[in-house]
Each structure stands twice: as C-alpha cells, then as structure tokens.
C-alpha cells in the first residue's frame, strides 16, 4: 500500500457513504391468509400488484442475526404440469400455487439480484418484473439485513451483506427448488460486493452479472491500495470467480465512473482467460439509467444478456454441497416456532463445517 494513502480518505466518510437504506422503506410486507404479502409503496401510497404473467411470493429469512425480506418473481408457464395447461389454471393463482409447490425442480433460470445502495425492494421490483418478462427468468430481490422494511432494526456491514445472499442462494436451492447450476447472481453498484464474493464461494453456479459495479468502496473515492480497511474489494477477488460473468456499465455514468468496471475486467484477464469474461460498455449510459438499456432485450446489449442467461454452471462440488445446507435459514411466519439453521461464514475445509455441525447448528426460535 502506498505510504499514507489510506489517511487520505476518512473512515467516518466512507461509513457514511457505504450503507444509505431508504427511511421510510419504498414498500411494506402485510401476512394475510399464512403468507406474506408484498406492496410498493409509490409517493407515500401502498399499491396492490397483480400479473397475468407472473407470480410474486414474499417471504423472511430471519434468525438472531439475519433480517432478510426477499421477494420471488416466477413465470407462470414455469411449473405448470402437464395437467394443468388450460387459460383458466393461468388466472387461478390458488390453483398454480398447489401445482408449483408439487414440482421437484424448476427448470428457469434463476437471478438473484444484490440492489444498489440507497435502494430497496420498492426501487427494486418493477426493474425485476420487467427483466423476468423480457428474459424469461425467474428472479429473487432481497433486502440487506438492516435495509427496507428491518431497517433499524439489525447491524449493517460488509460481512452481514456476504450472510445474507449465502442465505438467499440455500434458501433459493432448499426452499424453491432450483439447481446451483441454475442460477446467475446480478449485482448493481454496491450489490456487486455481495454478488462477486458469493461468485468466489460457489464456483457450480451459472454465472455474474455486474452492473456498474465498484472495484472496491474507497476506490470509488480514489484509486489505490487502501489494505484491510477496504471493503468489497471486488478486484482482488474477481480472479477467484469460477463461471462466467458479464459487466456492464454506461460511459455516461458520473456516479460510479466506467473505470471502475475496466479495473476489474483488465484484472480478471491478468489471471484467466478472455473466454469466460464479457464487458459491455453501454454508450450515453448513466448510473441509474443503464437499466432502460438492460430492459430492452432486443438490442445488441440485451444479445449478451440473452447468451449469458442461456449458460449453465456445473453444478455442486460436495464442500459447496454442504455449505449450502448448512447456511440454509427456513422463512419466518409469525407465531409460530422453527427451527434454523444459523447462517454461517466461508469454511475452508469439510472437517470444519462437520465440527461446527456437532457443535449445534440449531437452535428453536419463537418468532413474532
């Protein structure tokens, strides 16, 4: 590290800066009927959404250190059986809902989209709706622990971001039955944190999208090596990302300049080869209006998207196996009692995982 440099930058400015969640949350979560239902909250007004193509469950991940709403946007065509292809099975979502949960495994693409800072599942939701739509992929926005409707209530920090997607990807694999291999994690701006470390972790998956991602958090605020003090230093562990990933990022984008992208794209080459990375440099693209260009599907941007969703990973190796389930968090439904798994950090081998297992994994929670 250059002598000094990292004095050159508070902390008290990059804690400042580094988690912003919305207060009050752009929508709310309401439990009708044993589930819980979800409505954005547009200009202080709670609106009802309804879909003739998709389907949106809502659910909680929630233990003693892990406050995770997410929301599941699936096609309707995506576990329909064989049995059950008439119009009238389309417009009863009772009736599909009992048809989904028989199936053993889905067969769509899965995102799992990591929001920017200063965001949350309200920002989030029509961007999802329109990318499933357009892409035909089923996709999961969640909340960081403390962000959207937690806010206040848990800490926020780097780690705590890591704990949550790990728990969203077992949730995704154990709970609605999709495949590793399956499934692309798609992180945007600060999101690209969580999604590219979760990458380094799990190399059977799909693949990464990065949209207008940080190299790192001070190095959104200056070029250098910053040391430990650094967070989400996506390039220095974007060379350890096993399957394929495609950046984006607009050359118009005055919040988190497009250098930001290339540094990670020239590391990654320093250490792989050309054929697993793609990097789409958007013209007249700004921070937050990359999206409209992603939406569109039919231009040459929305062509690499369309490939790139098209892949498959390889699958579980047995270590990725067994983190997955024993990071798996189940949702939480008020008044009632579960028990959890405890969500758990990176292991670097299986005997460590075993011994944390006998150790006691589980633990009864009352949930309110």
Known sequence: MKKGLSNLI?????????????NPPQYTFEFRDGKYQFYPIIKGVKKQIFSYYLLIDSYILKNDQLYVPLIHISGLQNAKSEKSQ????LLNLKSFQQETEKQPQRYRTLIIFSHANASDLGDVYFFAERISIEYGVDIIAYD?????IGFGQYKISEEQTYE???????FAINR???????????????????????????????????????????????????????????YKKIQYVR?????????SDKIVGHEQSE???????????RGKIQFALVKGAGHNDLQFHIEKGDNQLGVQIHNMLRQKGVGFNEK????????????????QYMYQYNSLKKFTSSDEIQRKKADGLFFLCTCD
Do not use: M
Request: aromatic content about 14%.
């Open 263 to 273: 540094r990670l794209y020239n590391k990654y080459l320093q250490y792989n080869a």
């Open 86 to 89: 008439s119009k009238e099975c």
């Open 10 to 22: 508070p902390n008290s400015l990059v804690k400042k800066y580094s988690f912003r969640p919305p």
């Open 164 to 170: 949550d997607l790990q728990s969203v990807l077992s």
């Open 144 to 148: 960081y622990t403390g962000y959207g």
């Open 176 to 234: 609605l039955n999709y495949s590793l291999n399956q499934i692309i994690l798609w992180g945007f701006s600060l999101g690209s944190g969580p999604a590219t470390e979760i990458a380094t972790r799990f190399g059977g998956l799909a693949g990464l999208i990065l949209q207008a991602p940080i190299a790192s958090i001070y190095n959104w605020f200056g070029e250098g090596d910053y040391g430990e003090q650094d967070i989400y230093v996506n």
């Open 320 to 335: 990725e196996y067994t983190l997955l389930n024993l990071c798996y968090v189940k949702e939480h439904v008020p008044g």
């Open 243 to 251: 399957s394929n990933i495609l950046i984006i990022h607009g050359d």
